[in-house]
C-alpha cells in the first residue's frame, strides 16, 4: 500500500524538466522521425533534419483523397453505397474500396542535395542532431567534403508551414542546394510504414508550377480527386527547377553561406510566410505549451527508474502535441505513417485524447471533441439504419463521419460510452450549465442508444448485451460472446452519469435508462472471479493474450457496483497469468492504474517500465505485428496513467501521489486533475 504523506509542492522548474530529455542522435534511424509539426501537421526528419536519405512524411489533417472507384460506380455511386455497406459482403471489391477511402497522403519530400545528385548517409561524417523541446526546433550538424553543414528545422504552430535555415560554404548552383520530391498515395494496402507514397507511379498524378519567381515558387498538386498548394519562398536568388518524374530542385543563382527556405502546404494558395517569422512562432508556442497545463517533477527520486519513467512523460507530451491534438482524432500511427489507411478509431480517441484533460490542456482537447457533436448526425443515421434508437458511434471513421466496413467495425461497442466520460471530465474541469447544455444532445443520443441496444431475456428478464459483439481485445467469436464484464461495467457507468447529466439540468432521466442500467445483466464470475464474458470457456488459457479488459473495470474505470474482494482476486490472475508479450500500447496504462487504485503503486510502476512497452529514443512507442509503429494510444495511456498515480482519482486517499510508491519515489506534481 502506498504511505506518501502529503507535502506542499514548490514551482516546477518546466525548463528544466523538458530540456534534460532533449533527444539526441548520431544517425539516422530507419522507421523512427525526429518531428517538428503542430498537432495538426507534422514533417518528419532524418539525421540531417530534412528527408534527404529516408523519405519519411508530411502530412497534415486534412491531406486526404479517395481511389479511383471499382469497377462499374462512379465516385458519387460509390459514396452513396456506404450506408449500406458497414459491414463485409459479398462484393469485395466495393467493400475494400469503402473500407480504405479515403486515405491519407504523405505531401511531400524534402531534402539535401548536391547538384541534381542524391546525397547519401555515408557522405556525410560527424553526424550530430538535437531536438530542442523547448523551441520544438530541430538542430542538425554534419559535414561532407569537409565542409560543415547545420541545419535548424521548425513548424509553424498553426499553419501546414515548415521553416528551414541551412548554413554550408557548400552552398552554390554547382554544390549543395535542396529538393523536393512528391509520391502518389493510394489506399492499397491497410499499412504504410515506415514510408508512405508510392514514388514509381509518375503518370498518376500531377505537379504543376503554377507561379515561378528568384525567391518563390508555387506548385500544384493533383492526385486523384485531392488537390493541394505547395509554396516554396527562399533567401537567395535561384530557380526552382523540374528534374524528373515529380521531383524538383532549386537552382540557387550563385555562391553563398546561408540558405532560408519556408515551405507551405494548403487546400487553398496562401501566402507564405518568412522562415524567421516561423522560428519565431515556434520560439513563442513551445514555451507557452510547456508553462502550461499540468507537470510532473521525479528527478529528486532516490530510485534509478526516475529519469526512464520522467523521459517518456516528457517525450509523449511532445509527440502527442505534434501528431495527435487536431480536429479529428488522430490515426493510431499519429502524423508519421499510415495504419487503417489514415483512419482513425473511435475507441482510441480516449486513449489519445483523454490526458488532456488530466493535464488540463482543454484548449487541445476541444479541437477532436467536436468530433461528437459533428458526427451527431451520421451517427444517428447508423442507429436507425440497424433498427436502434440515439446514435451509435463508429469504430473506424474518416473526417466525414463514414462508417468503414468491417466485422469488427460493425460489431465493436466499447467507444459508445466514451463521450459521456468525456462530459463528465469537461463537468469535473467546468461545473457549469454551458458545460451541461453542451453535452446534452451527444449524451442523450449515446445513452438512447445504450438503452435500445441490450436484449431482454424472455426467461431472466434481465437486459443482456450481444450476441453478436466484439469485446474489447477482438479475439474472440462474435456469436458466441455474450454479456462481457467489461462492457456491462462500461454501459451501468455510461448510463448512470447520464442520468446524473439530466438531473443536473434539473430534467426527469429517462425511463429506459434508469430501467436498462437496473437491470443489466449481473458481470459474470467463475471460481470467484470476474470473467471475459458469460460461459466463456478456458479463458485463462485460451484468451490470456491481447488486451485484458477485465482491469479496466477497476483502475481506468471506477468500480461502483463492482464486488471488490472479486475484483482483487480478478486483477491478481490476471497479473500472474496474462501473456504480457501479447499485450501493447494501452494495455500497460489500463495495468498500471489498476495496481494503482487497488494499492500496489510498486506494480504499478513495473507494468509501465514493463519490457513489452517498449519507447525509442525520441519516445515513440514500438508498435507490434498486429498495430503499427509508432503507436499514438500507448504514449496517450501512458500519460494518463502517470497524471492518475500522481494527482489520484474520486476516492483516493489523501495520500500525496497515491498512485507512486512511497519509498524511493519524490513526485512532484502541479496543474493536474484527479481522474474518475
Known amino acids: 500500500m502506498s504511505g506518501n504523506e502529503e507535502t506542499s509542492t514548490s514551482m516546477i522548474d518546466r525548463r528544466a524538466l523538458v530540456q534534460r530529455h532533449n533527444p539526441v ?12 509539426g503542430n498537432g495538426c501537421f507534422a514533417f518528419g526528419t532524418d539525421i540531417t533534419g530534412l528527408q534527404t536519405f529516408m523519405p519519411f512524411s508530411t502530412m497534415s489533417e486534412w491531406g486526404w483523397k479517395n481511389d479511383k472507384p471499382p469497377a462499374g460506380y462512379s465516385q458519387e455511386s460509390v459514396q452513396g453505397a456506404r450506408d449500406s455497406h458497414t459491414a463485409p459482403d459479398n462484393e469485395p471489391e466495393l467493400t475494400h474500396w469503402l473500407r480504405s477511402n479515403p486515405n491519407r497522403m504523405n505531401m511531400g519530400r524534402i531534402g539535401l542535395c548536391i547538384g541534381e545528385s542524391q546525397i547519401l548517409e555515408e557522405d556525410l561524417s560527424d553526424c550530430a542532431q538535437r531536438l530542442d523541446l523547448w523551441t520544438g526546433t530541430i538542430h542538425s550538424t554534419m559535414k561532407m567534403k569537409g565542409a560543415d553543414i547545420i541545419v535548424d528545422t521548425v513548424s509553424h504552430p498553426t499553419r501546414d508551414a515548415i521553416g528551414v ?15 523536393f520530391d512528391f509520391p502518389f498515395n493510394e489506399g492499397r494496402t491497410k499499412f504504410s510504414a515506415p514510408y508512405v507514397g508510392v514514388w514509381d507511379q509518375s503518370s498518376d498524378h500531377s505537379t504543376e508550377i503554377v507561379e515561378s519567381g528568384d525567391t518563390q515558387t508555387v506548385l500544384l498538386r493533383q492526385v486523384d ?22 521531383r524538383f530542385v532549386l537552382r540557387l543563382s550563385g555562391s553563398c553561406v546561408r540558405l532560408d527556405v519556408t515551405v507551405t502546404f494548403s487546400q487553398q494558395k496562401l501566402d ?40 517518456r512523460l516528457v517525450l509523449s507530451q511532445y509527440a502527442s502535441a505534434v501528431n495527435a491534438v487536431g480536429h479529428d482524432p488522430p490515426q493510431e500511427s499519429g502524423l508519421v505513417n499510415l495504419g487503417w489507411f ?6 482510441m480517441n480516449w486513449w489519445h485524447s483523454a490526458h488532456l484533460a488530466l493535464f488540463n490542456r482543454w484548449s487541445l482537447l476541444e479541437r477532436s471533441l467536436s468530433i461528437y457533436d459533428r458526427f ?3 451517427a444517428k443515421r447508423l442507429a436507425t439504419a440497424q433498427g436502434y434508437k440515439g446514435a451509435r458511434w463508429p469504430k473506424m471513421a474518416d473526417p466525414s463521419g463514414n462508417t468503414s466496413p468491417g466485422e469488427i467495425n460493425s460489431l465493436l461497442i466499447w467507444q459508445q460510452p466514451h463521450p459521456i466520460l468525456f462530459a463528465e471530465l469537461d463537468y469535473c474541469a467546468h461545473p457549469s450549465k454551458q458545460t451541461l447544455y453542451k453535452w446534452k444532445a451527444v449524451i442523450e443520443a449515446s445513452a438512447d442508444f445504450m438503452a435500445s441496444f441490450p436484449r431482454k431475456s424472455v426467461q431472466s428478464g434481465v437486459y443482456c448485451l450481444g450476441p453478436q459483439l466484439h469485446l474489447m481485445s477482438e479475439n474472440t467469436d462474435s456469436n458466441e460472446t455474450y454479456n462481457p464484464s467489461f462492457e456491462l461495467h462500461y454501459w451501468r457507468i455510461g448510463l448512470s452519469i447520464s442520468e446524473e447529466w439530466w438531473n443536473r439540468l434539473g430534467l426527469e432521466p429517462k425511463a429506459e435508462w434508469s430501467t436498462v442500467r437496473h437491470n443489466l445483466a449481473p458481470l459474470p464470475t467463475e471460481n470467484g472471479v470476474y470473467i471475459m464474458w458469460q460461459e466463456i470457456k478456458d479463458m485463462w488459457t485460451n484468451y490470456n493474450w491481447e488486451h485484458p479488459a477485465l482491469i479496466a473495470m477497476y483502475g481506468w474505470l471506477p468500480g461502483h457496483n463492482l464486488d471488490h474482494e472479486i475484483m482483487l482476486r480478478t486483477s491478481k490472475e490476471v497479473w500472474d497469468i496474462w501473456r504480457l508479450d501479447r499485450c501493447w500500447g494501452w494495455d500497460f496504462g489500463m495495468l498500471a492504474m489498476n495496481a494503482a487504485r487497488s494499492g500496489f503503486p510498486e506494480k504499478a510502476i513495473e507494468f509501465l517500465l514493463d519490457e513489452n512497452y517498449k519507447f525509442d529514443d525520441v519516445g515513440m512507442v514500438l508498435g507490434t505485428d498486429q498495430v503499427p509503429s509508432p503507436y499514438f494510444p500507448g504514449m496517450g495511456s501512458f500519460l494518463y496513467a502517470c497524471a492518475f498515480m500522481a494527482a489520484g482519482w474520486d476516492g483516493a486517499s489523501s495520500l500525496h501521489a497515491p498512485g507512486f510508491p512511497a519509498e524511493g519515489w519524490d513526485v512532484k506534481y502541479e496543474g493536474l486533475s484527479k481522474a474518475l
Open 165 to 179: 535555415v541551412i548554413e554550408s560554404s557548400l552552398l552554390s548552383p554547382s554544390e549543395l542546394s535542396i529538393f
Open 376 to 378: 451527431l448526425p451520421s
Open 225 to 246: 480527386d485531392a488537390k493541394y498548394f505547395v509554396g516554396v519562398q527562399w533567401s537567395q536568388s535561384g530557380k526552382l527547377e523540374w528534374q524528373s518524374g515529380h
Open 25 to 36: 542522435r548520431t544517425t539516422s534511424n530507419p522507421t523512427s522521425p525526429m518531428q517538428v
Open 342 to 347: 489514415g483512419k482513425f478509431h473511435m475507441e
Open 272 to 311: 507564405v510566410p518568412s522562415t524567421q517569422s516561423i522560428f519565431q512562432a515556434s520560439k513563442n508556442y513551445w514555451p507557452s505549451f510547456w508553462q502550461s497545463g499540468g507537470a510532473i517533477d521525479l528527478s529528486q527520486s532516490t530510485d534509478t527508474r526516475w529519469a526512464e519513467l520522467e523521459r
